[in-house]
């Protein structure tokens, strides 16, 4: 069974295909740029000997239409498919499914209605997430395609959590609440912690770090997210790589009655300019971290703050869930980055935690329990893989609508 999973930005298709029988990724790619002169297609192959070649080709890529034909025409000269019909479904991440999508759904023309009707809640994302599946639905046929929702695995959060203490019309009226994102990676690596734990994932109370560019924590009561720290939008919660987390809201009036900012540039300042590159000047991590080794005060200052926010969060989950089995870290921070899980995890022995520093500095592929003898919960570090997590719940949705018709 070979399902494509699709992810489509505005001007970026980001895709894999994979063999779901041995869960293998038979191609991967990501194409940027579309619509400029010279577009950037860049993918991995996976040849019969599980060999991985990695290729680019920087043709012009005019609009999304071209870009998907690009990618069925590689797949077909590259021998993994004869046809698009021989896809047994197509995945599309879609980022924002309100309340309405508690689980990934066949996309058809209610759906796609639904998809639209939540463009104001993710200006960003869905308008081109929806743009990617019309496209795809003109050349596709008959093959299934699924909607696999960021804020679906969220939609579990009882009202005290997910509501802001606004007039409540603003909630029943405007959809004012919180729905949480990075649902996929949080509910995957939930998944990895229980096989790994050796425990079903409903028996499992766990706090999940997702630190990429954009990060977020989800406390985890009984496999269920209970509460998480993004928001209405991906604005709130922790410091990321340029948006600022939580602020006080009363900042961007401020702003604008004493400084005339409007409100697209208070928007830009706390969604571009802000987080670590607001303190520092840098978003990427490794930056950061090359220029604190050389004594530079703000970005010392910058993985201070970064870390301080995320502690606040684990102490906050920890009250929330009562008895935690095990703290995850994902995300390309969480994974890749031991001395910030170290300082994350530092004076945290009131809550159990204890790393053990030996298995913190290894660089592991596979999921790890970094944990000392003294800490009474798991300190986990596994790889995401939002892709195959998007491939997996397709599958699942196919399967399932096989069965009832
Ligand atoms: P995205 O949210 O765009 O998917 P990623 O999950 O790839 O982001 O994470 C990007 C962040 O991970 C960047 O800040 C990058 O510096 C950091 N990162 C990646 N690899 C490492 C590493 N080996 N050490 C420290 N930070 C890393």
Do not use: W
């Amino acid at each position: 069974m070979k399902i494509l999973v699709l992810n489509s930005g505005s001007s970026s298709i980001k895709y894999s295909l994979f063999e779901m029988d041995d869960l293998l990724v038979l191609a991967s790619g990501f194409i940027e740029k579309i619509g400029e002169a010279r577009s950037i297609h860049k993918y991995c192959l996976t040849d019969s000997y599980g060999e991985i070649k990695k290729m680019a080709d920087t043709q012009p890529v005019s609009d999304h239409r071209q870009g998907l034909a690009s990618i069925i025409q590689l797949m077909q000269k590259s021998g993994m498919i004869n046809h698009a019909s021989e896809l047994s479904a197509i995945g599309h991440r879609v980022v924002h499914g309100g309340e309405k999508f508690h689980q990934p759904v066949m996309i058809d023309q209610a759906v796609l209605m639904e998809i639209k009707k939540m463009i104001p809640l993710a200006p960003l994302h869905n308008p081109a997430n929806l743009m990617g599946i019309q496209e795809t639905l003109k050349f596709s046929g008959g093959i299934p395609q699924i909607a696999v929702f960021d804020t679906a695995f969220h939609q579990s959060m009882p009202a005290y959590a997910f509501l802001y203490a606004i007039p409540k019309q603003f909630y029943e009226q405007k959809h004012i609440r919180r729905y949480g994102f990075h649902g996929t990676s949080h509910h995957y690596v939930a998944k990895q912690a229980a096989k790994f734990l050796n425990q079903p994932l409903h028996s499992l109370n766990l706090i999940t770090l997702h630190l990429g560019n954009g990060g977020s924590v989800t406390a985890i009561k009984q496999g269920k997210s209970v509460d998480t720290s993004m928001g209405m939008t991906p604005l709130e919660g922790l410091i990321m790589g340029t948006r600022s987390g939580d602020i006080d809201p009363a900042i961007p009036f401020y702003l604008n009655q004493n400084y005339g900012m409007s409100s697209e540039e208070i928007n830009a300042m706390l969604n571009k300019k802000s987080g670590l590159k607001g303190i520092c000047g840098e978003n990427d991590m490794r930056t950061i971290h090359a220029m604190a080794d050389a004594g530079d005060k703000d970005a010392l200052l910058a993985i201070d703050m970064y870390c301080y926010r995320i502690k606040k969060y684990i102490g906050a989950y920890c009250a929330v869930l009562g008895k935690v089995d095990a703290l995850v870290f994902t995300g390309g921070i969480g994974e890749n980055d031991g001395q910030m899980r170290k300082t994350i995890c530092d004076d945290l022995s009131l809550f159990g935690l204890s790393i053990d520093l030996h298995k913190n500095a290894m660089a592991s592929t596979k999921t790890i329990d970094i944990k000392d003898k003294n800490s009474t919960l798991s300190i986990l570090v596994i790889p995401t893989d939002e892709e195959l997590e998007i491939a997996m719940q397709t599958m699942i949705c196919v399967e399932k609508s096989n069965i009832s018709q």
